[in-house]
């Protein structure tokens, strides 16, 4: 079975703080993790991915995410947070064995950043 | 590239009623997959299929809920009879073959539908 939680329903942030968005995930094997955003009225947007290899993973926005095995995180960060950020952050997970071609989702965070 | 199409973009029917969602995927992407998200239980898997194949609906709350695929570009998730608890946004997502699993899938806008 693979999971994912997100502890935070909502993050606030003062726009040019660096903001986190923390997800935890549980597989049996080895995880595909992913991060995906949506604004308002619209569909899911890919952020980034971590595959393998480096534990620092750079996405679109100027966003990034850090793998960490030990803790089972993936959390979402990015140095300076701009208000047009504020959206709904969604991590997903995918077990590399026995996980089919099915994304978990966790439960989502809203970002609001704020002047 | 036109991305995933989605039709309806809402839908208002009265309990009772059918209701068709159509999705068109991304031409060349062999997964599809349909998705409901509401407040109450977030984003949840409801079927997905692989070269036209449904492999997993396990999350197809209830047999008043079907999906087909006819074809590579053109699928249809049917509920009939309607209740208002169906009130939801449905999304439809594609993604390319691969061989491990690892790609993104492709979101469509997401039909809002509303079940009086």
């Known amino acids: 079975a693979q999971s994912v939680a997100q502890p935070e329903d909502q993050v606030n942030v003062a726009e040019g703080n660096p903001l986190t968005v923390k997800c935890t995930y549980s597989v049996s094997g080895n995880p595909y993790l992913f991060w995906y955003v949506q604004y308002p009225n619209r569909g899911l947007q890919f952020l980034l991915k971590y595959i393998t290899g480096d534990n620092l993973v750079k996405g679109s926005y100027g966003f990034e995410a850090e793998f960490n095995k030990s803790q089972t995180s993936f959390h979402l960060k990015k140095p300076s947070a701009l208000v047009s950020d504020s959206a709904l952050y969604f991590c997903a997970v995918r077990d590399r064995t026995g996980g089919g071609n099915k994304l978990t989702f966790g439960t989502g965070t809203q970002l609001k950043v704020e002047l | 590239d036109a991305g995933v199409i989605q039709s309806p973009r809402h839908e208002v029917t009265e309990m009772g009623q059918e209701v068709t969602l159509r999705c068109k995927p991304i031409s060349g992407h062999d997964y599809l997959f349909w998705y409901r998200q509401t407040m109450m239980r977030g984003l949840e898997l409801l079927i997905y299929?692989?070269?036209?194949?449904?492999?997993?609906d396990s999350g197809m709350p209830e047999d008043r809920f079907s999906a087909k695929m006819p074809n590579a570009s053109f699928s249809t998730l049917k509920i009939q009879p309607s209740e208002p608890r169906d009130s939801a946004v449905y999304f439809c997502?594609?993604?390319?073959?691969?061989?491990?699993?690892?790609?993104?899938?492709?979101f469509g806008p997401g039909t809002r539908l509303t079940v009086l």
């Open positions: 299929f692989n070269n036209n194949v449904p492999i997993d």
């Open positions: 997502a594609s993604s390319p073959r691969t061989g491990i699993g690892n790609n993104e899938q492709f």
